[in-house]
Each structure stands twice: as structure tokens, then as C-alpha cells.
């Protein structure tokens, strides 16, 4: 809270100084962005201050008396202002007359670059060539993959990947965030980072990569937008409707998302369990109803040239209407279970930040962040010759942060990061049984304190980065049972230090080597420490474990890129009291539980490889090999198991005439282990076509998914007294039809969408 205080008593230092100000624009009246202001003394023009314009062509300098304003930038006459005061308003620069014409010097950016930490897709030319969209940006992106329906977005060997605009977390639910990636135009962006392996800096758990995407920062006055409409057809329909605004003015950006999705979605399992001599089959069908309005209003306001405040308001309602219903039989004996599962959610998110940062690239931020949570589950079960239950859980969780991070710049080309965190994390649960008098209570409390630093420095063909960050943590768990019992579980305190390092180097012109090694913390979600159990049907129940305890990560990862296209990347993973969901029998009844299952060693081979065959066939090839090795003990016993396995997946892009394009996309995962689950192979081929209208403004779609049929999961766990195979398949085959329009001004401002310093947090309670 120290750094929040000194920022706001800046601000207010800043607000009682008289300011000189104004905006620089060329003869048509664009402004531009990065020109030089000198304010110099008219006796002996010594300069007093110093500064540059923003991307809207605004600036600011404190006012002085006896002074002068020289105004400068290439390619135009030198402008000079005498005793300026005040508002200068629009100041039009002049170009030089003795510019050459005619002449036009062009550079082509690198398609893969790579940095001491991260890797780095410029959006050049070549790349508008192949991509419409940010998220078809991401599909080109090395080891990045998008699921088949486009509802999540991973790297081979990680956990998980949090997606980033600008340095700022995106803290959408998967769906929207898919959606926000569509609206945004390929042409707006800059660059796309991928951190395999992310630095001290960033807040990430686990073994989570990190995605950021940098927006082109050109700015002019005005309105711009994009409206997304796309409707899918399988057994059932969905769709999704949202809309992207943005509005800019040289000093204010306001940007606000508008979400909402519907539809209803089938999954079939067929699943035979041995239960001693007895053999129990199974037919589930399970139907998912949802309806998820979002909207999300981000806003950023230039103090001056250098400091920038901003907000958010995000707030998130789904309503689920969950069914399912089983048959299982076993001895000629055969029961029916239905259950109606609705549940509502609630999400709202504040957050306040500033910024400070000047033209030498030294930076000062800090975030306060405050965001509520509330679920309520309902789960109504019958079942024949049993008496009907129901279980209602509610969830109230609430996450309060406060962060601040400082980076300085020398010109020796050393850099160093230092930052703070605290967080609190209250959740309080309450569970009520239909055939049990009372309520269960559980109350958990987690406060976090957290700091890091990074040094670092390039130096010819070498480059290397040195990183620590520390981590304190306390938790505690207080409950009650329906029958009045009182246990505190758990109750602990732990401190990590957590390193990063990095090396890189450039042996040769267009080849790059880079080595990293990082470690992180994994806390458990909030809503699998929860001590309820409750039945699904007569022989499955789930139940909760607060005794879990925090995974940690050792990433260690070499990669190599040549020519710029390709790249290979070798990854070792070692996880230390690995938590996954897990099953036990208790007689004839399974039972499924997280829980701390010992070790798991992960290797990981990586390729990326674009090719152009004709300038209007395109295609991207990607390929990863993958070893998981898993040892420890479970509940049904020791476990020592690993698997080799692979992916392999084709994107090939083809330009017709009349403004067309042909998508064709193949996938192929072969048979995996997790834990004591052995997973079959799938595999999905999918075709689109699509049409540019508008004046390339828009674009109308239709796509086919899974044309084969070869979607689908196999199961088979063969571990202690579990045996059983359950055979599962959902509407993967569908027919969607897409339209996108952007409309206004497209060179407008977006917002640098705010980090939320509660990103962690809120992904841990089940986001």
C-alpha cells in the first residue's frame, strides 16, 4: 500500500505545478507520435526539460518563465515557440523541402525472433499472408496450439497458458477471451511473445507459459468497433454474439467488451467397471444449457506525456442447466439415475492502476485490485429404489491485491526489475444435504507476500538474465460438519525462493540458441479443498481434500531457431508433490478425490515450420514428442508408470479468387498416460471457407469440424482394485457459420487491457 500512497501523492504534486501543453500533428492533421520538446532559457538557452510526444501526438512539460519551446522531428522544419504558456493546442510541423521523393527504404522484420526469455513473432507481411486475426496470429506461434473447439489455447508440456495484451493479463473466461482474439485484426498488431519458461517478473503458477500480444500503438481521434456473430450446429445449437468498442481522444482510451454466448452441448460415455466378479456397465448421456452474458470496460487517461491512469470493471453472469442421465446394470440387476444440476455464477472485478514511465524506458506501476465471487450449485439426484437427494453448495470467495513493479534502464544496455505483491484470499463455503439435518461450513484464509528482482544485460552475441523471486505464504481452514464437529485443516505457513536464469546466444547470422531454467508454486484451486462429498450415481462420488498441499515446478528448457521459420525446442519438467485428480474404491463404490500423487518428470521435443509452396498455398506444420514419467503413491498404491506420445498437426491456407480462402486443418494425438489414466489416440480434420467483404472490412464464413468422425476419448485404468474402460464421444461433428465487421476508425487507441494483480487467484478459483 506504500507504493499505492506515493503514487496518488505524486499525483497530487503533479496536479498543482502549472503545465505547458498541447498536440503535434503533421499538415493533414495526423498526429505524431515520439516527436522531441526542448524547453530551453532565453538567456543562454541552457535546456531546462526534456520530453516526448505519446502515440496521440499529446504532450506535457511544467511551465517556466523566460523560455522557449523547440519542437523537432526527422523529415520536418524545426518549430520554435517563444515564452509559451498554457494550452498550446494543435501545433502543425512543416515537412523540410529538401526531402527526397520517390525513394521508399523498406526492412522486413524477422518472423521468429529470439530474446533472452522469450520468443517473438514480428507481424510482418509475410505473416498478414496467413493470418485474418489475432488468434489465427497465435495458431502460427511455435508450440502454441488451439483446441479443436477453439475454447482454449495451450503449449506442448505446460499446464496451462495465460494470455496477455500489451504486459497486461487478460482475465476473460476461455470462451470470450477466443472471441476478444477474433475481433482484433491481424494488422493491428505488432508482435506476438511467447514465454515458455516466464521470468521472476511475472506472477504465473505452476508450469504456466505466458502469451503476450502487443498491439501497434498508431493513434488518431475516433470511434472504432467490431461485431462478432457465429452460430454452430451439431445435435444442438450455439452461439455467440459480442462486440468489441473502442473510442480514443489524445489523452483518454476507453475500451469495453460486450459478451453473450448460449447453446446446448451433448457428451455420451460408455464405461465397464470390474467390481470383483461382477462386471457393471454404464450409459451416460449428458446435456450442458448455458447462457453467458459478460462485459468488461477498461479505461486509461494520459496525466501527461510520461504518467497514465487507468480502471476496470468486469463483471461476468452464467447460468448453467446441467442433466444427465445414467443406466447402469450389473448381475441382471439395472438402475436409472437422473439428475438436474442448475448453477449460477457470479464474477465481479475493480481494479485502480498508474503508471509512470519515461523515454529511457524506465517504469513505475501499481495495480489495487479488489474482485467477489459467487456460486451457488444445486445437484438434485433420483434414482430408482432410492431415496431422492439433493446438494446445494454455495461459494463466496473474495480476492483482495496490491502490487508494484519498478524497471530501470541503463545505457550500458543493464537492466533491473523489482517488484512487490500482497495478497488475501477469503472463501467461505457452505454445503446442505437433503437427508442430513444441518450444514457443513468451511472457511478458508490465504494471504501471500511476494517480491522479485531480475538483472540483466545483452552484449554482442550474448545475452543473459538473472532472476529471484520469493513467495510467503499462509493458509488456514476452520470447519464444521453437519453434526456439530469442528476440525482446522489446514494450517501452515511456507516460504519459497524461486529462481530464474537465463542464457541465450547467436552463433551464426539467422541462428539463435537459448537456455532457461525457472521454478514455481502451485497452489491448490480453492473449490477442490472443499471437504464435501456428494453422490453421481449409485456407485460414483465426489469429495473434496483441504489437506492438499502446493506442487512445485523445476522448467528447464533449450531451444534453437534457424533461418527464421524453424524451430526446435527440448523441455524437462520436474514437478514435485504433483496434485491430480485421482479414484479409489471403497467397496463397490468409487470415489474421486485430488490428492498429492508423489512425482512427475515430463520431456518435451518441439517443431515449428512454416512453409510457402505458391504464393496462394500456405501451410504451417507443427510436431511434438513427449515423454510423462509419474511415481508415488496414490490410494489404491505405488504407481511407476511413463509413456512416449506424440502430436502432429497441419493448418494449409489457399487464396482464390473473388476474395476467397480455403482452410484446411488436420490433427493427430497418439495414446497418452496420465497417472493411471491411459488415454487412446484422437484425431480431427476440419475445412473452411470464407469470404472477404466491405472492402476487406469484414468476412463472412462457413466451416465444417471433425469431417471423419475421429474425435473422441478412450479410457483405461487398470491400477489396484480399479479396473474399468469408459468410452466417451460428443458433438464434434458441426457446421458454424461466422460474420465479422469492423467499422470506425481502425488507427483508434485500445486500451492496454489492466492487469488484474489478482490473475492468479481468481484462475485458482475454477475461472
Same mark, same amino acid.
Given at each position: 500500500?506504500?507504493?499505492?500512497?506515493?503514487?496518488?501523492?505524486?499525483?497530487?504534486?503533479?496536479?498543482?505545478?502549472?503545465?505547458?501543453?498541447?498536440?503535434?500533428?503533421?499538415?493533414?492533421?495526423?498526429?505524431?507520435?515520439?516527436?522531441?520538446?526542448?524547453?530551453?532559457?532565453?538567456?543562454?538557452?541552457?535546456?531546462?526539460?526534456?520530453?516526448?510526444?505519446?502515440?496521440?501526438?499529446?504532450?506535457?512539460?511544467?511551465?517556466?518563465?523566460?523560455?522557449?519551446?523547440?519542437?523537432?522531428?526527422?523529415?520536418?522544419?524545426?518549430?520554435?515557440?517563444?515564452?509559451?504558456?498554457?494550452?498550446?493546442?494543435?501545433?502543425?510541423?512543416?515537412?523540410?523541402?529538401?526531402?527526397?521523393?520517390?525513394?521508399?527504404?523498406?526492412?522486413?522484420?524477422?518472423?521468429?525472433?529470439?530474446?533472452?526469455?522469450?520468443?517473438?513473432?514480428?507481424?510482418?507481411?509475410?505473416?498478414?499472408?496467413?493470418?485474418?486475426?489475432?488468434?489465427?496470429?497465435?495458431?502460427?506461434?511455435?508450440?502454441?496450439?488451439?483446441?479443436?473447439?477453439?475454447?482454449?489455447?495451450?503449449?506442448?508440456?505446460?499446464?496451462?497458458?495465460?494470455?496477455?495484451?500489451?504486459?497486461?493479463?487478460?482475465?476473460?473466461?476461455?470462451?470470450?477471451?477466443?472471441?476478444?482474439?477474433?475481433?482484433?485484426?491481424?494488422?493491428?498488431?505488432?508482435?506476438?511473445?511467447?514465454?515458455?519458461?516466464?521470468?521472476?517478473?511475472?506472477?504465473?503458477?505452476?508450469?504456466?507459459?505466458?502469451?503476450?500480444?502487443?498491439?501497434?500503438?498508431?493513434?488518431?481521434?475516433?470511434?472504432?468497433?467490431?461485431?462478432?456473430?457465429?452460430?454452430?450446429?451439431?445435435?444442438?445449437?450455439?452461439?455467440?454474439?459480442?462486440?468489441?468498442?473502442?473510442?480514443?481522444?489524445?489523452?483518454?482510451?476507453?475500451?469495453?467488451?460486450?459478451?453473450?454466448?448460449?447453446?446446448?452441448?451433448?457428451?455420451?460415455?460408455?464405461?465397464?467397471?470390474?467390481?470383483?466378479?461382477?462386471?457393471?456397465?454404464?450409459?451416460?448421456?449428458?446435456?450442458?444449457?448455458?447462457?453467458?452474458?459478460?462485459?468488461?470496460?477498461?479505461?486509461?487517461?494520459?496525466?501527461?506525456?510520461?504518467?497514465?491512469?487507468?480502471?476496470?470493471?468486469?463483471?461476468?453472469?452464467?447460468?448453467?442447466?446441467?442433466?444427465?442421465?445414467?443406466?447402469?446394470?450389473?448381475?441382471?440387476?439395472?438402475?436409472?439415475?437422473?439428475?438436474?444440476?442448475?448453477?449460477?455464477?457470479?464474477?465481479?472485478?475493480?481494479?485502480?492502476?498508474?503508471?509512470?514511465?519515461?523515454?529511457?524506458?524506465?517504469?513505475?506501476?501499481?495495480?489495487?485490485?479488489?474482485?467477489?465471487?459467487?456460486?451457488?450449485?444445486?445437484?438434485?439426484?433420483?434414482?430408482?429404489?432410492?431415496?431422492?437427494?439433493?446438494?446445494?453448495?454455495?461459494?463466496?470467495?473474495?480476492?483482495?491485491?496490491?502490487?508494484?513493479?519498478?524497471?530501470?534502464?541503463?545505457?550500458?544496455?543493464?537492466?533491473?526489475?523489482?517488484?512487490?505483491?500482497?495478497?488475501?484470499?477469503?472463501?467461505?463455503?457452505?454445503?446442505?444435504?437433503?437427508?442430513?439435518?444441518?450444514?457443513?461450513?468451511?472457511?478458508?484464509?490465504?494471504?501471500?507476500?511476494?517480491?522479485?528482482?531480475?538483472?540483466?544485460?545483452?552484449?554482442?552475441?550474448?545475452?543473459?538474465?538473472?532472476?529471484?523471486?520469493?513467495?510467503?505464504?499462509?493458509?488456514?481452514?476452520?470447519?464444521?460438519?453437519?453434526?456439530?464437529?469442528?476440525?482446522?485443516?489446514?494450517?501452515?505457513?511456507?516460504?519459497?525462493?524461486?529462481?530464474?536464469?537465463?542464457?541465450?546466444?547467436?552463433?551464426?547470422? !539467422? %541462428?539463435? +540458441?537459448?537456455?532457461? *531454467? /525457472?521454478?514455481?508454486?502451485?497452489?491448490?484451486?480453492?473449490?477442490?479443498? &472443499?471437504? $464435501? @462429498?456428494?453422490?453421481?450415481?449409485?456407485?460414483?462420488?465426489?469429495?473434496?481434500?483441504?489437506?492438499?498441499?502446493?506442487?512445485?515446478?523445476?522448467?528447464?528448457?533449450?531451444?534453437?531457431?534457424?533461418?527464421?521459420?524453424?524451430?526446435?525446442?527440448?523441455?524437462?519438467?520436474?514437478?514435485?508433490?504433483?496434485?491430480?485428480?485421482?479414484?479409489?474404491?471403497?467397496?463397490?463404490?468409487?470415489?474421486?478425490?485430488?490428492?498429492?500423487?508423489?512425482?512427475?518428470?515430463?520431456?518435451?521435443?518441439?517443431?515449428?515450420?512454416?512453409?510457402?509452396?505458391?504464393?496462394?498455398?500456405?501451410?504451417?506444420?507443427?510436431?511434438?514428442?513427449?515423454?510423462?514419467?509419474?511415481? !508415488? %503413491?496414490? +490410494?489404491?498404491?505405488? *504407481? /511407476?508408470?511413463?509413456?512416449?506420445?506424440?502430436?502432429?498437426?497441419?493448418? &494449409?491456407? $489457399? @487464396?482464390?479468387?473473388?476474395?476467397?480462402?480455403?482452410?484446411?486443418?488436420?490433427?493427430?494425438?497418439?495414446?497418452?498416460?496420465?497417472?493411471?489414466?491411459?488415454?487412446?489416440?484422437?484425431?480431427?480434420?476440419?475445412?473452411?471457407?470464407?469470404?472477404?467483404?466491405?472492402?476487406?472490412?469484414?468476412?463472412?464464413?462457413?466451416?465444417?469440424?471433425?469431417?471423419?468422425?475421429?474425435?473422441?476419448?478412450?479410457?483405461?485404468?487398470?491400477?489396484?482394485?480399479?479396473?474399468?474402460?469408459?468410452?466417451?464421444?460428443?458433438?464434434?461433428?458441426?457446421?458454424?457459420?461466422?460474420?465479422?465487421?469492423?467499422?470506425?476508425?481502425?488507427?483508434?487507441?485500445?486500451?492496454?487491457?489492466?492487469?488484474?494483480?489478482?490473475?492468479?487467484?481468481?484462475?485458482?478459483?475454477?475461472?
Amino acid at each position: 500500500m506504500k507504493f499505492g500512497l506515493f503514487g496518488i501523492a505524486l499525483l497530487g504534486s503533479l496536479a498543482v505545478q502549472a503545465q505547458l501543453s498541447g498536440t503535434v500533428t503533421d499538415e493533414k492533421n495526423q498526429p505524431l507520435p515520439a516527436v522531441t520538446l526542448r524547453l530551453c532559457t532565453n538567456a543562454d538557452s541552457a535546456v531546462q526539460h526534456t520530453t516526448r510526444t505519446n502515440t496521440a501526438g499529446y504532450f506535457q512539460l511544467p511551465q517556466q518563465a523566460n523560455t522557449y519551446l523547440e519542437i523537432q522531428h526527422t523529415g520536418y522544419q524545426l518549430r520554435r515557440i517563444t515564452n509559451p504558456t498554457g494550452n498550446l493546442g494543435r501545433m502543425v510541423l512543416t515537412p523540410q523541402a529538401n526531402m527526397l521523393g520517390g525513394v521508399t527504404v523498406k526492412t522486413r522484420l524477422p518472423f521468429v525472433q529470439q530474446g533472452t526469455d522469450r520468443t517473438t513473432i514480428s507481424i510482418n507481411s509475410q505473416v498478414l499472408k496467413l493470418a485474418d486475426n489475432a488468434l489465427d496470429v497465435i495458431r502460427l506461434a511455435p508450440g502454441l496450439t488451439i483446441s479443436d473447439n477453439e475454447d482454449a489455447i495451450a503449449l506442448s508440456g505446460k499446464e496451462a497458458v495465460q494470455v496477455m495484451i500489451n504486459d497486461k493479463p487478460v482475465r476473460l473466461s476461455s470462451r470470450d477471451l477466443v472471441k476478444l482474439l477474433k475481433s482484433m485484426p491481424a494488422a493491428s498488431l505488432s508482435q506476438l511473445e511467447v514465454m515458455s519458461n516466464p521470468s521472476a517478473r511475472y506472477d504465473v503458477t505452476g508450469n504456466t507459459a505466458l502469451l503476450n500480444i502487443k498491439t501497434r500503438q498508431h493513434v488518431i481521434r475516433g470511434l472504432t468497433g467490431n461485431l462478432d456473430a457465429s452460430t454452430s450446429q451439431g445435435v444442438h445449437n450455439m452461439g455467440d454474439v459480442s462486440g468489441l468498442f473502442n473510442y480514443g481522444t489524445p489523452k483518454l482510451a476507453v475500451s469495453t467488451y460486450l459478451g453473450w454466448h448460449y447453446g446446448a452441448y451433448q457428451t455420451r460415455y460408455n464405461k465397464e467397471t470390474m467390481l470383483n466378479s461382477n462386471l457393471l456397465a454404464q450409459q451416460n448421456t449428458t446435456l450442458d444449457k448455458w447462457r453467458d452474458p459478460v462485459v468488461r470496460l477498461t479505461a486509461e487517461y494520459h496525466l501527461n506525456s510520461r504518467q497514465t491512469i487507468g480502471g476496470l470493471i468486469e463483471r461476468e453472469v452464467s447460468t448453467n442447466k446441467g442433466s444427465y442421465e445414467t443406466t447402469s446394470q450389473i448381475a441382471r440387476q439395472q438402475t436409472n439415475t437422473y439428475a438436474y444440476n442448475p448453477n449460477k455464477r457470479y464474477w465481479t472485478t475493480f481494479n485502480i492502476n498508474y503508471r509512470y514511465a519515461d523515454t529511457t524506458g524506465n517504469e513505475f506501476t501499481v495495480d489495487v485490485d479488489r474482485a467477489g465471487y459467487t456460486k451457488e450449485d444445486t445437484s438434485r439426484i433420483a434414482t430408482d429404489a432410492q431415496r431422492h437427494l439433493q446438494y446445494i453448495t454455495h461459494t463466496v470467495i473474495t480476492i483482495t491485491t496490491a502490487k508494484a513493479d519498478y524497471t530501470h534502464n541503463w545505457k550500458n544496455k543493464w537492466k533491473l526489475e523489482g517488484g512487490v505483491k500482497l495478497s488475501a484470499v477469503n472463501t467461505d463455503n457452505r454445503f446442505t444435504q437433503s437427508d442430513v439435518p444441518g450444514n457443513d461450513y468451511f472457511v478458508y484464509r490465504e494471504k501471500v507476500n511476494s517480491a522479485y528482482a531480475n538483472l540483466s544485460k545483452n552484449y554482442r552475441k550474448w545475452g543473459w538474465q538473472l532472476g529471484i523471486r520469493l513467495e510467503q505464504t499462509h493458509v488456514k481452514g476452520t470447519g464444521t460438519d453437519a453434526a456439530g464437529t469442528h476440525f482446522q485443516r489446514p494450517d501452515s505457513a511456507y516460504t519459497n525462493w524461486l529462481p530464474a536464469i537465463y542464457l541465450s546466444w547467436q552463433p551464426l547470422a !539467422g %541462428q539463435h +540458441l537459448r537456455l532457461s *531454467l /525457472n521454478q514455481r508454486i502451485k497452489r491448490p484451486d480453492y473449490t477442490d479443498l &472443499q471437504p $464435501f @462429498t456428494y453422490q453421481t450415481d449409485p456407485y460414483h462420488y465426489q469429495t473434496g481434500n483441504p489437506l492438499l498441499q502446493a506442487q512445485k515446478n523445476t522448467n528447464i528448457e533449450l531451444s534453437y531457431t534457424c533461418k527464421e521459420k524453424f524451430t526446435l525446442t527440448a523441455a524437462y519438467t520436474h514437478t514435485g508433490n504433483y496434485f491430480n485428480p485421482v479414484q479409489y474404491r471403497k467397496g463397490d463404490i468409487t470415489y474421486q478425490t485430488t490428492q498429492n500423487a508423489g512425482t512427475m518428470n515430463n520431456w518435451d521435443i518441439n517443431l515449428n515450420y512454416p512453409i510457402t509452396i505458391r504464393k496462394w498455398w500456405t501451410m504451417v506444420n507443427k510436431a511434438s514428442g513427449f515423454y510423462n514419467h509419474f511415481s !508415488g %503413491q496414490l +490410494l489404491g498404491g505405488m *504407481l /511407476n508408470i511413463g509413456q512416449w506420445s506424440y502430436t502432429a498437426s497441419t493448418s &494449409q491456407r $489457399f @487464396t482464390l479468387p473473388a476474395k476467397l480462402q480455403l482452410q484446411l486443418s488436420a490433427r493427430y494425438a497418439s495414446p497418452v498416460t496420465n497417472l493411471i489414466y491411459h488415454q487412446g489416440s484422437n484425431a480431427n480434420v476440419s475445412l473452411g471457407l470464407s469470404r472477404k467483404l466491405f472492402n476487406n472490412k469484414g468476412s463472412v464464413g462457413i466451416s465444417v469440424s471433425d469431417i471423419f468422425l475421429t474425435q473422441r476419448n478412450i479410457t483405461t485404468v487398470n491400477f489396484g482394485s480399479l479396473q474399468y474402460t469408459n468410452y466417451s464421444t460428443w458433438e464434434s461433428r458441426r457446421i458454424s457459420l461466422r460474420f465479422n465487421w469492423r467499422f470506425g476508425n481502425t488507427k483508434v487507441q485500445q486500451t492496454q487491457d489492466r492487469e488484474t494483480g489478482n490473475s492468479d487467484e481468481k484462475g485458482r478459483s475454477g475461472k
